[in-house]
């Protein structure tokens, strides 16, 4: 199926995820999801989506805990935008 | 139930194709008669044209909507199976096909509206003539500035904008196989691509709007510079379009001797005619990139003769594309639905095509409809997913705009009804003729769809296979699936088709191993009956034609007679939190045929233990179904990979199945193997859960597991 699409789409919102990262290590994993969805095959992006969305509600969890308002805006922003495409593009389920 | 017949397992009553998408078969929908009255192809005589015993010269009719600089001597020769060649001894030119006929005929004609993000901005109208002028000074700039010619191969990675089909038309114009990479991803994917494909250029552009914001996009090219040096790979000279020329919208200082803004060295070749090069029909028009399972993406190399014949021909009878038409596809020119249905087939019809710039969102869900009532667009083209996405954000907005659409086409994926119905009711106001498509990147244009005007819709379901191409399931032997079974297998097309790519570039070996070796029924034969093509879909077709796409079929576990997907059930497994990575693995098995075994690594500060095998095998029972939960789940310290980090399956599948894992010592981690091996092998003996011997077909089976 022409669902290459599919991977560019998830590769901008991983960009997204990349700039809100507050951490080297959480840059690389964001880097390394980005490339995955880049290179795998569309099969695997299910599985980049969901660990996305992990890294991402983990990067929230992180601002809160050190009350850092303005980041954890900024990444839930980027959360919701992740978790609507995985839905929309039926990678997520809903609920 | 008759009596003494046992009760039968729920998942066994209901077809593949159900339990693959949950969806039953649905009633069909007949298109409006005033779409029937205009349509291209609206008198049944043309299925007679496209007929098997008419194969393959069918194919003039779409030819014949081009014109030639020298006519064809034959119309498909096989001599070198599989790596058709069509309209072999014709001459063309693809750009002039597109632009310098129709500027001849109609130069104040539109060929191109570009809608910028922005809403206050104004919408650009390009003229036949004024694209004409574009694309013969921006090929006259790359011929004379970079010197390429015929043959060469340029790498662009550019948004959205009109600029790009000005640099693909320039390129072609030239004979330059043009090489465009999604804008959307990073720089480093970009530099992948230039290495695969051996370019030493690189066309850019400094920024582009994306849901509001001016992107930075230049500083991907430094970063794509960079990743083609690591491949042995050295771009000679950066071109950067600037979204407003004169002002630059990146942070990132070009650099001196390689990066050249377009707006400041396009002036020296103001007004200059380059003459379209006549090309063979069968030289290449363009490298599209698609991943494939071994992590190094294929470059699909497309031809100029067959696959502008191809998508012209589908865009003429499929899209239902007339001159006088404002058509908008919503797809990126970075996928080869861009390429097809929005530079190439469009613009060689000469009709009217819009590019929009952003998301379909920005800055609301109205934002599409807006557009097509101000442009009075006809046609409208979009993917599954937007339509999911705009249906959420505004189910109601359509109704608040006042444009018409006469057809719709939806692409890329299966389509659920509920979506199609309020694609078809709301979206085209019930007005619009719907085609569903499915094809691939390596196509070119469409394989199954329906003639809109002739052939019913059906949510769901794509249709049967398009004029001039013979669709066919087959099962794992390479018997026939027959329709209306219920029965799904892999989906494959009997015979070779203009719009088919021709290799994957610097990969001829891998082009025939994975999309024709799976069903080929005699090497040496140059008789294309003999080289089905294996798309890696699975399929089912119902008792009226229409097939049903499934998914991709790559490393699917065959248990009992359903096939699970591999990365179904990994991801599945990976919705558990304290789950790093996952790979499945076939386990051979008496009774069932395959059982599925799953190996996961946990992140850091997890300890495997029941408790946790049983929340990943309740996962995957719960994302998938029953039958897919694992026989085993094995929790390893790490999983064996290459040194890219690719997952070694076939390894793990060897240590499941007892057999031997082969060689180990280009792993990045070989030593994890003993352990694993050690792990999994000597609790299976303890629960006296020892594998027969594999056969020496189940030996090779494991063997190729996980590979292209």
């Not at chain 2, 393959?56 to 194919?59: A, I, K, L, N, R």
């Given at each position: 199926m022409t669902q290459q699409y599919l991977a560019g789409e998830l590769s901008v919102l991983l960009s997204h995820v990349q700039a809100v990262t507050t951490s080297e290590a959480a840059r690389c994993a964001a880097w390394s999801l980005r490339q995955a969805a880049e290179n795998e095959p569309v099969q695997a992006l299910r599985g980049v989506t969901v660990r996305a969305l992990a890294l991402t509600e983990g990067l929230c969890w992180d601002s809160l805990s050190h009350g850092d308002t303005a980041a954890f805006t900024r990444q839930a922003a980027v959360c919701a935008e992740l978790h609507e495409f995985g839905i929309c593009a039926g990678l997520l389920k809903e609920g | 139930m008759a009596e003494g017949q046992q009760p039968q397992d729920p998942a066994a009553q209901v077809s593949e194709a159900q339990i693959a998408v949950h969806w039953r078969e649905e009633e069909n929908y007949p298109p409006p008669a005033a779409f029937v009255a205009q349509a291209n192809a609206n008198d049944r005589a043309i299925f007679e044209r496209f007929t098997e015993d008419k194969f393959?010269?069918?194919?003039k009719e779409y030819a014949d909507l081009l014109e030639w600089d020298r006519p064809w001597h034959t119309t498909l020769d096989t001599s070198n199976a599989p790596f058709w060649k069509w309209f072999v001894g014709g001459r063309l030119n693809a750009c002039y096909n597109c632009v310098d006929r129709h500027a001849a005929a109609n130069p104040g004609k539109t060929a191109i509206i570009f809608v910028p993000e922005p809403e206050s901005d104004e919408h650009v109208h390009i003229s036949y003539a004024e694209l004409l002028r574009q694309v013969n000074e921006f090929a006259a700039l790359l011929r004379d500035f970079l010197g390429v010619t015929a043959g060469d191969r340029v790498t662009l990675h550019m948004p959205m904008v009109p600029e790009l089909a000005v640099t693909m038309l320039a390129c072609a114009r030239l004979g330059v196989i043009h090489s465009q990479v999604f804008g959307g991803f990073s720089g480093t994917a970009c530099g992948h691509r230039i290495a695969d494909s051996g370019s030493r250029f690189l066309i850019t552009m400094d920024g582009y709007y994306r849901a509001g914001q001016l992107a930075d996009h230049k500083v991907k090219a430094d970063e794509a510079v960079a990743a083609g040096r690591e491949e042995g790979q050295e771009v000679d000279k950066v071109l950067v379009w600037r979204r407003h020329p004169g002002q630059y919208a990146s942070a990132t200082p070009m650099a001196g001797g390689r990066d050249y803004f377009v707006d400041e060295i396009i002036g020296k070749y103001a007004g200059q005619v380059v003459e379209p090069v006549s090309m063979p029909?069968?030289?290449?028009?363009f490298l599209m990139y698609t991943s494939g399972t071994t992590g190094r993406p294929k470059g699909c190399q497309h031809s100029t003769g067959g696959y502008l014949a191809y998508v012209t021909g589908t865009s003429k009878y499929y899209q239902d594309i007339h001159a006088g038409d404002v058509y908008?596809?919503?797809?990126?020119?970075?996928w080869i639905t861009g390429h097809s249905y929005i530079v190439y087939g469009p613009l060689a019809l000469g009709t009217t095509t819009v590019i929009y710039e952003g998301v379909p969102n920005y800055p609301d869900g109205g934002r599409p409809w807006r557009v097509a009532e101000q442009l009075g667009v006809k046609i409208f083209h979009t993917s599954p997913t937007a339509i999911r996405m705009l249906r959420k954000v505004g189910p109601e907005e359509p109704k608040k705009y006042s444009y018409h659409f006469k057809h719709m086409t939806t692409v890329g994926e299966p389509i659920e009804p509920e979506v199609w119905r309020w694609y078809h009711s709301e979206v085209g106001k019930g007005e619009a003729a719907i085609v569903d498509t499915w094809w691939q990147t390596e196509n070119g244009g469409f394989l199954c769809s329906t003639l809109p005007a002739l052939q019913p819709m059906k949510p769901g379901s794509c249709g049967p296979g398009v004029l001039g191409v013979y669709p066919v399931i087959y099962d794992e032997d390479g018997n026939d699936v027959p329709k209306g079974s219920g029965t799904a297998g892999n989906i494959c097309i009997r015979n070779p088709w203009p719009g088919i790519f021709q290799t994957i570039w610097g990969q001829p070996e891998r082009f025939v191993d994975t999309y024709y070796r799976k069903y080929n029924r005699d090497p040496d034969s140059k008789d294309w009956r003999d080289w089905p093509y294996f798309a890696g879909d699975g399929a089912v077709q119902a008792a009226d034609g229409y097939f049903r796409i499934l998914g991709r079929?790559?490393?699917v576990i065959n248990v009992a007679g359903h096939r699970l997907g591999t990365k179904e059930i990994e991801s599945a497994a990976l919705t558990v939190p304290e789950v790093a990575e996952a790979a499945a693995v076939p386990v051979i098995d008496d009774i069932r045929g395959r059982v599925v075994e799953i190996y996961v690594s946990l992140k850091p500060g997890f300890e495997p233990g029941k408790q946790m095998e049983d929340k990943v095998s309740k996962a995957i029972e719960t994302e998938i179904g029953k039958i897919a939960r694992p026989k085993n789940v094995w929790i390893v310290p790490d999983m064996p990979k290459t040194r890219s980090g690719k997952i070694m399956r076939r390894v793990i599948a060897a240590v499941s199945n007892f057999a031997d894992v082969g060689d180990v010592t280009t792993l990045a981690n070989p030593e994890v193997v003993d352990d694993i091996r050690h792990h999994v092998q000597s609790a299976k003996v303890a629960s006296d859960d020892v594998p027969r011997q594999l056969t020496e077909a189940e030996f090779e089976e494991i063997k190729k597991y996980g590979g292209d």
């Open positions: - | 393959p010269d069918c194919f029909a069968e030289a290449p028009l908008w596809c919503m797809a990126d020119i970075g079929v790559d490393d």
